[in-house]
């Protein structure tokens, strides 16, 4: 019997040779391609909660059902540790970009000079809304900062405050219809919310009721959602009030109407919801003004003419120079800061510029003054120094556990029953790049294999 290996394997013949190779090629073919189908399925759906605690999951004391039905049946962190400044817009672009600012080139809220607001073209490095448009797969945003200009398929920008509205010569609601998506706004009043009052353009309900639709209708690859009512109650009442009950009862029924509207598409099985934060809270009792200190020094008459000033971007405050290089102005401020009363020195530490480079803060900053617990930094260049004040705010290093933001996880890929202790915002897009197979790299991102079913 003829053989052709060292095993006596009978010779099948030429003819069924050729068949099993092409049969091989064929099933090969086949599932290289079921394998980027089901790529090609996955969805992730990232829900912003602006100062988002850890304890509304982890703290019994916080009613949020669907939030807590989550955490039991994905993963979860103790404690996020947001970038500094620890405020709305600098840590939502590290959550897409997976770098710290002084990489992403979004430092503040708004910009310390020049420009009144952010767009993406301001954006230094990619963002994994590029990274999935380059895959070919959709992404939507509702009120996530920074993305007017983008390029983003269904899209809702930031909308700005009723005074910048009004300052822009817009009425209504035409400025929506002047930067979302063409035609999305449209839809979105036929189909979901009506014709609504400026006020109630981002409302947590509404938003819920968007980002809803656009999953159930277009089924993006990658969708995010800023929810912002929690933030809002709490620089009012502070940490501990009922208005915080109610806005995070707001938000949980948002995220059930969202999962609801991700059973409704039909792609439960394929998605992943990430619920993230971007700072904590801390509740004040004093503010503090430090363009006071230098006015009295001759270095600050007003937001238009100074030498120096101190841009304060919520609870910390960034000394920038007129010049850059104007080095005996900024040895003027330390030996001011140093000759403070003990009483008003007490409030805050000073940040060199060393520390500021580690921690990936704006590099034309000169230094930072980063608050006690407490207190919170104001722009204002007249009156006393320091003044009573209530409400919450944030904005500081996160070296205190009120500041540290939260995350929970759920679905596809994830595993269940899993509490990291610690975890930090830039981490955010790795993690979304893993579940999605995107060619993204995150240079200040890390990726805790713990929170992944292997």
Request: charged letters at 20%.
């Amino acid at each position: 019997m003829p053989v052709f290996s060292k095993w006596n394997i009978p010779d099948i013949g030429a003819d069924m040779r050729r068949y099993i190779s092409i049969l091989s090629i064929f099933l090969l073919g086949c599932f290289s391609a079921y394998a980027q189908n089901q790529s090609a399925e996955r969805y992730v759906v990232l829900i912003s909660i602006d100062a988002f605690k850890p304890e509304f999951y982890l703290d019994s004391n916080w009613y949020a059902p669907t939030l807590k039905r989550l955490m039991r049946e994905g993963v979860c962190a103790e404690g996020v540790k947001p970038v500094f400044p620890s405020v709305t817009y600098p840590n939502h672009i590290s959550m897409i970009t997976g770098v710290l600012p002084d990489k992403h080139g979004i430092f503040y809220n708004s910009p310390p000079q020049g420009s009144k607001r952010w767009n993406a073209t301001m954006i230094k490095a990619p963002t994994i809304f590029d990274a999935v448009h380059a895959s070919g797969r959709t992404t939507s945003a509702l009120f996530w900062p920074v993305t007017a200009e983008s390029s983003i398929q269904y899209n809702v920008p930031t909308a700005p405050g009723m005074k910048r509205m009004k300052a822009a010569g817009f009425k209504s609601v035409d400025f929506m219809n002047s930067t979302a998506s063409p035609g999305l706004w449209e839809e979105l009043e036929q189909n979901v919310i009506g014709k609504v009052r400026v006020a109630d353009i981002d409302s947590d309900v509404n938003t819920g009721k968007m980002a809803a639709y656009i999953i159930r209708t277009h089924k993006p690859a990658l969708t995010a959602i800023h929810l912002t009512g929690i933030d809002h109650a709490q620089h009012k009442v502070g940490m501990e009030n009922q208005s915080i009950s109610e806005a995070l009862l707001i938000i949980d029924q948002a995220i059930q109407e969202i999962i609801v509207a991700i059973e409704q598409a039909g792609i439960t099985a394929n998605t992943t919801l990430l619920i993230a934060g971007d700072h904590g809270f801390s509740d004040v009792n004093l503010s503090l003004a430090p363009n006071v200190w230098l006015k009295k020094k001759g270095l600050y008459r007003n937001a238009n003419r100074w030498k120096a000033k101190f841009y304060t971007s919520n609870g910390a405050a960034f000394l920038y120079l007129r010049d850059k290089n104007d080095d005996r102005t900024l040895r003027r401020v330390v030996r001011m800061l140093d000759n403070l009363p003990d009483d008003e020195k007490k409030m805050f530490r000073v940040i060199n510029q060393d520390e500021l480079h580690t921690l990936g803060a704006d590099p034309d900053a000169m230094l930072a003054l980063n608050p006690v617990r407490g207190i919170v930094l104001r722009k204002r260049g007249s009156g006393k120094p320091v003044r009573h004040a209530t409400g919450g705010a944030h904005g500081y290093f996160a070296d205190f556990p009120e500041i540290m933001t939260g995350f929970v996880g759920w679905g596809n890929g994830l595993n269940a029953g899993v509490v990291i202790p610690h975890m930090n915002v830039p981490d955010i897009a790795p993690i979304i790049a893993r579940l999605l197979e995107l060619d993204f790299k995150s240079q200040d991102g890390q990726v805790n294999e713990e929170l992944f079913k292997n």
